[in-house]
């Protein structure tokens, strides 16, 4: 465990730092709207949806894929924008996140906070009244688990805070299958996992490219507190781990011949890029010729090829 305290900045600069009477209502709703990290969002929808047409095995009543993606926006959204709140003292001091609302002082602090909050209650209320409430709660513990266990516990504390905090990025495949199914299944549990093991690789290499900013508001980011190395080579086992998961899925009956093709195609080509990042790692690589971030773009590409291939293999079988 490392443990660290990050200064925050006088009380009311964030606040203070544009006037009220300086921020245009157009600038404001692209704020509030800023405040829910949507294109974090579409990547958390992208695991969703697929996962509600591998539930029907076909297509799923639109309606209540409409009612699903605006309630799980809506409760991402809170979660981001509680996020935020929680983090505006490092977020003033790192380069990556000095441009968020609560920095510039375009939306102040309590703003946000009375919008996570609201956005929170509305969603739960949403999925509970006009889907089912097994999604209602799924959803409310996906936010809460971001907000309090990695926002307030993990991620100032410990090396393995995006490890077990990603446990919330990989809920809404649960909330996809039991939106439809009002149940769970081993299928969902799968892919699951999948998205458990890919979160690190995912986001480790980002992490590489920052670990400046981390470092210097001591948030302790594996990259952070190990060499490249060490982290290359965990990325290679999570991978392995996550294209193994990822093939279960046929064995047990849930997909055939189109999703196990794709997982395989891509799941090669991403541990070929994984275990290039750990050769390039062990030869010293460092800068722009450790590529790290090929992963990292390569494993958005992953994720959303595997679970359009979730949605397209019912129709295939």
């Not at 157009?26 to 294109?39: E, N, S, W, Y």
């Not at 991402?76 to 996140?97: P, Q, V």
């Not at 968020?100 to 969603?123: D, K, N, Q, Y």
């Not at 936010?143 to 307030?152: A, D, E, K, N, R």
Request: proline share 5%; hydrophobic share 50%; aromatic share 12%.
């Amino acid at each position: 465990m490392y443990v660290t305290a990050v200064e925050s900045r006088p009380a009311g600069v964030l606040e203070t730092s544009q006037s009220t009477k300086h921020r245009p209502f157009g600038a404001r709703i692209k704020a509030f709207i800023a405040l829910t990290k949507p294109r974090i969002i579409e990547l958390l929808l992208i695991t969703t949806v697929p996962v509600m047409f591998l539930a029907e095995q076909g297509v799923p009543d639109l309606q209540l894929v409409l009612l699903t993606c605006v309630g799980g926006y809506l409760s991402a959204g809170g979660a981001n924008a509680l996020n935020m709140y929680i983090d505006r003292d490092i977020d003033a001091l790192m380069a990556r996140t000095s441009q968020r609302p609560l920095v510039t002082g375009m939306v102040s602090p309590r703003e946000c906070l009375v919008f996570g909050i609201s956005l929170a209650v509305i969603s739960t209320l949403l999925f509970g009244l006009t889907v089912n409430w097994l999604s209602a709660w799924l959803s409310l513990g996906a936010l809460l688990f971001y907000v309090i266990v990695y926002t307030m516990i993990l991620k100032r504390r410990t090396s393995q805070n995006i490890v077990w905090g990603g446990i919330a990025g990989c809920l809404p495949v649960l909330i996809g299958w039991s939106s439809v199914t009002n149940s769970m299944s081993w299928a969902p549990v799968i892919l699951f996992l999948v998205m458990f093991f890919w979160t690190p690789p995912h986001y480790w290499p980002l992490s590489m490219r920052v670990r400046d900013d981390y470092a210097r508001v001591g948030v302790p980011m594996l990259p952070v507190i190990a060499s490249n190395k060490v982290v290359a080579r965990q990325i290679v086992l999570y991978s392995w781990a996550m294209v193994a998961v990822s093939l279960l899925l046929t064995p047990l009956g849930y997909t055939g011949w189109f999703y196990t093709s794709v997982a395989l195609v891509t799941g090669g080509f991403w541990l070929w890029e994984a275990h290039g990042l750990q050769a390039r790692a062990k030869d010293g690589a460092v800068g722009a010729k450790l590529k790290e971030m090929r992963l990292f773009h390569w494993s958005i590409t992953y994720v959303s090829l595997l679970f359009v291939a979730v949605a397209v293999d019912p129709f295939l079988r």
